[in-house]
């Protein structure tokens, strides 16, 4: 093999050595003799005497100069009560074997494993990670591909997303799906020009604008004044002369780059697309936020910058230690995608010691402020491919993948998510592909649970948007789940839906605003905590109670999933349990039956109050029992249900009830193991006897 012109600080013994026979990765794994333990065969060895070795590594040669910081040590060490002699050194790299993995044709693997002999007397090993950057021409032959840290350069933009892109759409059925639906060349209202780098301007999109690919942004707006927002004083100028990016922050700045970058025109985001002060028109384009985001070619996640103003273009820190080594790598001659290489590539093998996580993975690298942030998750759900500048990585996500992939690290896939296209079909009538009580529609059902846990972790600049931030996914699975849609629940899994509560409450912190102007007591989105759910609708669970009426009032008609104006109600058909409560322990005593609720976790009967309020009387409801699948199929296992408890006639008042209504508000959940509660009895009809109709607020 013709070798191609040697680096500089490169010795000529290891180029034309170690480095022509690529670190011998490529040869047999190396292995110990069974007739001699300190025997070594197979990889690649050669032969320096230690002066010369030692010489070039003080003339600058990178590789001689790697042994010497990693082998130099030892030596000292082992003849220690005496200068070191000049010796004869014998290095010998590769694979260690037996193998820990089979590797792909033409890959390297992972490990580099070196030996170094000193003389006859010492022997020497390290094994070193062997990786490249996933721009680097060497990354083609690595199966550890690093993170690029310079996420804004284009060449990194080119390499990650546009090679990425043009697979998505060759590859994806189901993301050329998206683009298509509803109508293939709908549009925003409007959009960004980023044609002209000097001025960028605001444009309303018309009919006649076919087949025009956007890029859409998903970030945080932050805390501050927010003085760049298209408002109806300064639309016309927008429109007419254009805005100077350099008076616009910084995170849309970058976005406008990464537009231009990756060659396109046209960017949708919501402060500049959307009149901010025109109540109208931001509730008209609100009600299009599934379309905005299914529609756009690609979504910029700005997932680092926690305000508009940060940017997210900033290197990322390096993914290799301190100690890492690059190192040339002559790569092989051989064809790649099917293109005829015209030279030999050289590119830079990192050599780095094992780090503690090796292998393991991280979700770490993922966490981020578009994570935090309530209004991005509908986002990054809906958005047919993303593009996410992370913490550590830029990294790539789409419906056919909704996980974050990283292109290196151990693993690959990172922070898989509970997506929406991966398990509602994105074509077909929901009857025939999820009917009711389907498999496919409990499975949707709980991804519903999912993410409404996930978003309820998520922060608000305004708690007035609990419902609307949100609207679009509830808009995407109303087919399936709805078509009526309760605050946050659903009427064919009401009584599933009802049984959520606070994951994790703090003594003394209220958890819902007094009189609940957001949603009804009984709707999760009534509280800014994080909250989980004691059940998910599957075969063992079964209803004792049903919901006969309900009223919910939109705050706009045009929003069918948005916010709610206060006074809706439920009523329920079920037992109300009276439970008086001391302290942290409650106690009914209903047909013949005593039994004890606490607060604690460890009891199989246990309370979880939304409010740190102090109540002495409270109702349990039971809602959904827990029936056996086993050999003792029926046989319940435990009952789930409500804390209600008499509503103040304040807020009665405020809703318009009439003065003596039974009207209650929710206060919590609870859960009982039913072989504790009723050891002899298989049937639920003992709770269920005393059924009335009873109103929630």
Same mark, same amino acid.
């Given at each position: 093999?013709?070798?191609?012109?040697?680096?500089?600080?490169?010795?000529?013994?290891?180029?034309?050595?170690?480095?022509?026979?690529?670190?011998?990765?490529?040869?047999?794994?190396?292995?110990?003799?069974?007739?001699?333990?300190?025997?070594?065969?197979?990889?690649?060895?050669?032969?320096?005497?230690?002066?010369?070795?030692?010489?070039?590594?003080?003339?600058?040669?990178?590789?001689?100069?790697?042994?010497?910081?990693?082998?130099?040590?030892?030596?000292?060490?082992?003849?220690?009560?005496?200068?070191?002699?000049?010796?004869?050194?014998?290095?010998?790299?590769?694979?260690?074997?037996?193998?820990?993995?089979?590797?792909?044709?033409?890959?390297?693997?992972?490990?580099?494993?070196?030996?170094?002999?000193?003389?006859?007397?010492?022997?020497?090993?390290?094994?070193?990670?062997?990786?490249?950057?996933?721009?680097?021409?060497?990354?083609?032959?690595?199966?550890?591909?690093?993170?690029?840290?310079?996420?804004?350069?284009?060449?990194?933009?080119?390499?990650?997303?546009?090679?990425?892109?043009?697979?998505?759409?060759?590859?994806?059925?189901?993301?050329?799906?998206?683009?298509?639906?509803?109508?293939?060349?709908? %549009?925003?209202?409007? %959009?960004?020009?980023?044609?002209?780098?000097?001025?960028?301007?605001?444009?309303?999109?018309?009919?006649?604008?076919? =087949?025009?690919?956007?890029?859409?942004?998903?970030?945080?707006?932050?805390?501050?004044?927010?003085?760049?927002?298209?408002?109806?004083?300064?639309?016309?100028?927008?429109?007419?002369? =254009?805005?100077?990016?350099?008076?616009?922050?910084?995170?849309?700045?970058?976005?406008?780059?990464?537009?231009?970058?990756?060659?396109?025109?046209?960017?949708?985001?919501?402060?500049?697309?959307?009149?901010?002060?025109?109540?109208?028109?931001?509730?008209?384009?609100?009600?299009?936020?599934?379309?905005?985001?299914?529609?756009?070619?690609?979504?910029?996640?700005?997932?680092?910058?926690?305000?508009?103003?940060? =940017?997210?273009?900033?290197?990322?820190?390096?993914?290799?230690?301190?100690?890492?080594?690059?190192?040339?790598?002559?790569?092989?001659?051989?064809?790649?995608?099917?293109?005829?290489?015209?030279?030999?590539?050289?590119?830079?093998?990192?050599?780095?010691?094992?780090?503690?996580?090796?292998?393991?993975?991280?979700?770490?690298?993922?966490?981020?402020?578009?994570?935090?942030?309530?209004?991005?998750?509908?986002?990054?759900?809906?958005?047919?491919?993303?593009?996410?500048?992370?913490?550590?990585?830029?990294?790539?996500?789409?419906?056919?993948?909704?996980?974050?992939?990283?292109?290196? %690290?151990?693993?690959?896939?990172?922070?898989?998510?509970?997506?929406?296209?991966?398990?509602?079909?994105?074509?077909?009538?929901?009857?025939?592909?999820?009917?009711?009580?389907?498999?496919?529609?409990?499975?949707?059902?709980?991804?519903?649970?999912?993410?409404?846990?996930?978003?309820?972790?998520?922060?608000?600049?305004?708690?007035?948007?609990?419902?609307?931030?949100?609207?679009?996914?509830?808009?995407?699975?109303?087919?399936?789940?709805?078509?009526?849609?309760?605050?946050?629940?659903?009427?064919?899994?009401?009584?599933?839906?009802?049984?959520?509560?606070?994951?994790?409450?703090?003594?003394?912190?209220?958890?819902?605003?007094?009189?609940?102007?957001?949603?009804?007591?009984?709707?999760?989105?009534?509280?800014?905590?994080?909250?989980?759910?004691?059940?998910?609708?599957?075969?063992?669970?079964?209803?004792?109670?049903?919901?006969?009426?309900?009223?919910?009032?939109?705050?706009?008609?045009?929003?069918?999933?948005?916010?709610?104006?206060?006074? =809706?109600?439920?009523?329920?058909?079920?037992?109300?349990?009276?439970?008086?409560?001391?302290?942290?322990?409650?106690?009914?005593?209903?047909?013949?039956?005593?039994?004890?609720?606490?607060?604690?976790?460890?009891?199989?009967?246990?309370?979880?109050?939304?409010?740190?309020?102090?109540?002495?009387?409270?109702?349990?409801?039971?809602?959904?029992?827990?029936?056996?699948?086993?050999?003792?199929?029926?046989?319940?296992?435990?009952?789930?249900?409500?804390?209600?408890?008499?509503?103040?006639? +304040?807020?009665?008042?405020?809703?318009?009830?009439?003065?003596?209504?039974?009207?209650?508000?929710?206060?919590?959940?609870?859960?009982?193991?039913?072989?504790?509660?009723?050891?002899?009895?298989?049937?639920?009809?003992?709770? +269920?006897?005393?059924?009335?109709?009873?109103?929630?607020?």
């Amino acid at each position: 093999m013709e070798l191609p012109p040697r680096p500089h600080n490169i010795c000529a013994l290891a180029w034309e050595s170690v480095f022509a026979a690529r670190f011998g990765l490529f040869q047999n794994p190396m292995e110990i003799s069974d007739e001699d333990e300190e025997h070594w065969t197979g990889g690649y060895t050669y032969t320096v005497s230690s002066v010369v070795w030692l010489e070039c590594a003080l003339s600058g040669c990178l590789w001689c100069r790697f042994l010497e910081k990693h082998f130099l040590k030892h030596i000292r060490s082992w003849f220690s009560d005496t200068p070191i002699p000049n010796k004869t050194v014998d290095v010998r790299v590769g694979e260690r074997a037996p193998r820990s993995e089979i590797h792909p044709p033409g890959k390297l693997p992972r490990w580099l494993l070196v030996i170094l002999s000193y003389g006859e007397e010492a022997q020497f090993e390290e094994e070193f990670r062997a990786s490249a950057y996933a721009d680097d021409p060497a990354a083609d032959y690595v199966q550890n591909v690093s993170p690029i840290p310079y996420v804004g350069a284009p060449h990194a933009l080119q390499y990650m997303a546009k090679v990425w892109m043009e697979d998505c759409a060759k590859e994806h059925e189901v993301c050329r799906q998206l683009g298509t639906l509803d109508s293939g060349d709908w %549009l925003p209202t409007r %959009l960004i020009d980023c044609s002209d780098p000097g001025h960028v301007r605001i444009i309303e999109t018309n009919e006649k604008m076919h =087949g025009v690919r956007y890029v859409a942004l998903s970030y945080v707006w932050g805390t501050g004044s927010q003085a760049h927002r298209t408002t109806t004083a300064n639309l016309s100028a927008r429109t007419r002369v =254009g805005i100077a990016p350099e008076t616009l922050p910084q995170t849309i700045r970058d976005a406008i780059y990464v537009t231009r970058t990756l060659e396109f025109r046209f960017l949708w985001l919501d402060s500049l697309c959307i009149i901010q002060d025109s109540a109208e028109d931001k509730h008209r384009e609100v009600a299009s936020m599934a379309r905005v985001y299914r529609h756009a070619y690609l979504t910029i996640d700005a997932a680092t910058a926690a305000s508009v103003e940060e =940017g997210f273009l900033q290197d990322r820190p390096p993914f290799h230690s301190r100690d890492a080594t690059f190192l040339p790598f002559i790569c092989p001659a051989s064809p790649r995608d099917g293109e005829v290489q015209s030279e030999v590539r050289v590119g830079n093998l990192c050599l780095d010691l094992p780090r503690p996580d090796d292998g393991s993975g991280s979700d770490e690298v993922f966490e981020n402020e578009t994570g935090r942030r309530g209004w991005c998750l509908q986002e990054r759900l809906l958005s047919t491919r993303s593009l996410i500048f992370g913490e550590s990585a830029l990294s790539v996500e789409c419906q056919a993948r909704p996980a974050a992939f990283c292109v290196g %690290l151990d693993r690959n896939i990172y922070q898989v998510h509970a997506g929406l296209y991966d398990i509602v079909p994105v074509s077909g009538p929901a009857a025939v592909s999820a009917p009711p009580g389907s498999d496919n529609w409990m499975k949707i059902h709980r991804r519903w649970q999912e993410l409404v846990q996930d978003y309820s972790r998520r922060s608000l600049t305004y708690a007035s948007d609990k419902l609307l931030a949100c609207a679009a996914i509830a808009e995407v699975l109303a087919p399936y789940l709805g078509p009526n849609y309760l605050a946050g629940l659903w009427p064919n899994t009401v009584l599933f839906d009802l049984l959520w509560h606070i994951w994790d409450g703090s003594p003394g912190l209220r958890a819902r605003p007094r009189g609940y102007p957001y949603a009804p007591s009984w709707s999760w989105a009534s509280t800014h905590r994080r909250i989980t759910f004691l059940a998910s609708v599957h075969g063992a669970l079964q209803p004792i109670a049903e919901a006969v009426n309900h009223s919910i009032t939109l705050q706009d008609s045009n929003l069918q999933f948005g916010p709610v104006q206060p006074g =809706g109600y439920l009523t329920l058909h079920a037992a109300f349990l009276l439970c008086k409560w001391c302290g942290n322990v409650g106690k009914i005593e209903h047909q013949q039956h005593a039994f004890e609720f606490s607060r604690s976790s460890y009891s199989p009967s246990i309370c979880y109050f939304d409010d740190d309020a102090d109540l002495q009387d409270v109702f349990l409801v039971p809602l959904v029992v827990e029936r056996e699948l086993g050999p003792e199929k029926g046989r319940c296992r435990a009952v789930y249900g409500m804390l209600v408890a008499q509503a103040e006639w +304040s807020i009665c008042q405020s809703a318009r009830f009439h003065e003596h209504s039974q009207v209650y508000q929710r206060v919590g959940v609870w859960s009982y193991e039913w072989a504790l509660w009723v050891p002899r009895n298989e049937d639920a009809g003992e709770m +269920s006897s005393d059924f009335e109709a009873y109103t929630l607020y």
